[in-house]
């Protein structure tokens, strides 16, 4: 085993984790995300068969083929945590609209003084 | 349809860190036509409170700074909750007439539209000493709001609009920031609200000109508006 084989696999295993203690997310990606890192360990023990799939596929070498799937599926996290971004501004614009509604104050009105008591 | 009335009339001026003295200028002005006048501030550095408090306005103020179409938004809410017939938008630094915004109210009450849009094109002193850059980003504009909402209008971009009730319901502003004015467009579209264009005097002074969009936003208008298409 290379040195770079074991500092690769010891960042996914302290990866997946770390995701599978903190993270609780539904029952479809757990599954999906742990397979995606086992995918990974198994890609960075045996290298050589990322260039088989790579032939397979039309890419020359292995890791043109990891790269090229890097870019897709970081363009897709992408979109996806924008949406959850503008989903998010959604809820703090309601929320701050909601607060400055129950809020207002009619001004140029001198304000009502509490008789005083006897 | 019955006439509107005048108290049922809500004037909404969105607010973010304006001069103290234009502001309280053109809200003098305004409420000499518009009892009903409803100040939005958008999180602004000094709160306007102190600055106001003579003027007979309603005051909301937005606890963090959202954007000039978030608050346009906040204020026709609150303007139709207190039941306003019509709701004006009107930009805080005096660069819009109210007697603009009256004649606006007159097609309203004649019931010829549901929403007056602002034109700066339609007559020769409208757009007055508007510089070069402005004028031709502007016509970029109407082309980018015909693509986007098939609209064909003579004007892109003008902050002062009337909507009656109706429109005012239909119309849910979600771009936060500058895109709303081509948001009100593609909804006007989308709810088939009649709409009519009607020419508007622009006064732009230094300080308007200052505080205004730059040119360069346009292009950061241009990308909200693809952002919102996208992920609606």
């Keep these: 085993m290379k040195a770079i084989q074991i500092v690769l696999v010891s960042g996914m295993v302290l990866a997946g984790l770390l995701f599978w203690l903190r993270i609780r997310t539904n ?4 599954p999906l995300l742990t397979l995606l890192l086992l995918t990974g360990v198994f890609f960075i ?6 260039t088989f799939i790579a032939n397979a596929l039309g890419v020359d070498r292995g890791a043109d083929m990891i790269f090229y799937l890097y870019i897709v599926s970081s ?9 959850r971004l503008r989903a998010l501004q959604a809820t703090l614009t309601a929320v701050v609209r909601e607060q400055a509604m129950q809020n207002y104050s009619k001004l140029g009105e001198p304000e009502l003084k509490e008789p005083k008591a006897g | 349809m019955e006439a509107i009335a005048a108290d049922r009339v809500y004037v909404v001026v969105p607010v973010f860190n304006e001069n103290a ?3 309280c200028e053109t809200l003098v002005q305004l409420l000499a036509f ?3 006048v409803v100040v939005v501030d958008d999180g602004s550095a000094v709160p306007l409170q102190v600055t106001l408090q003579d003027l007979p306005v309603y005051l909301l103020r937005h606890p963090a700074n959202l954007g000039q179409g978030a608050s346009l938004q906040t204020g026709t809410d609150f303007a139709l909750a207190r039941g306003a017939e019509a709701i004006i938008h009107f930009d805080a630094d005096g660069q819009h007439t109210p007697a603009d915004a ?3 109210l007159q097609f309203l009450r004649e019931d010829r539209a549901d929403v007056v849009l602002g034109s700066r094109f339609l007559n020769k002193e409208g757009a007055g000493p508007m510089p070069k850059g ?35 319901w239909s119309i849910r502003l979600q771009e936060n920031r500058q895109a709303h004015a081509t948001e009100v467009l593609l909804q006007i579209r989308t709810h088939r609200l009649r709409y009519v264009e009607m020419p508007v005097k622009t006064i732009y002074t230094e300080y308007s000109l200052a505080k ?7 292009f950061s208008i241009f990308v909200d508006l693809i952002l919102n298409k996208l992920f609606r």
Excluded: C, E
């Excluded at chain 2, 970029?140 to 709001?145: D, E, F, I, L, Y």
């Excluded at chain 2, 205004?212 to 346009?218: D, E, K, L, N, T």
């Design chain 1, 27 to 30: 029952f479809i990606v757990k």
């Design chain 1, 45 to 50: 023990l045996f290298p050589d068969t990322t």
């Design chain 1, 75 to 83: 363009l897709i996290v992408l979109v996806h945590f924008y949406g």
């Design chain 2, 21 to 23: 003295d234009v502001l």
């Design chain 2, 34 to 36: 518009f009892p009903q």
């Design chain 2, 102 to 104: 009256a004649r606006m």
């Design chain 2, 134 to 168: 402005r004028r031709a980003v502007l016509q970029v504009g109407r082309v980018v709001n015909f693509v986007f909402t098939g609209l064909w209008l003579t004007d892109a971009h003008q902050g002062l609009r009337a909507l009656n009730r109706k429109a005012a």
């Design chain 2, 212 to 218: 205004g969009q730059r040119s360069a936003g346009a």
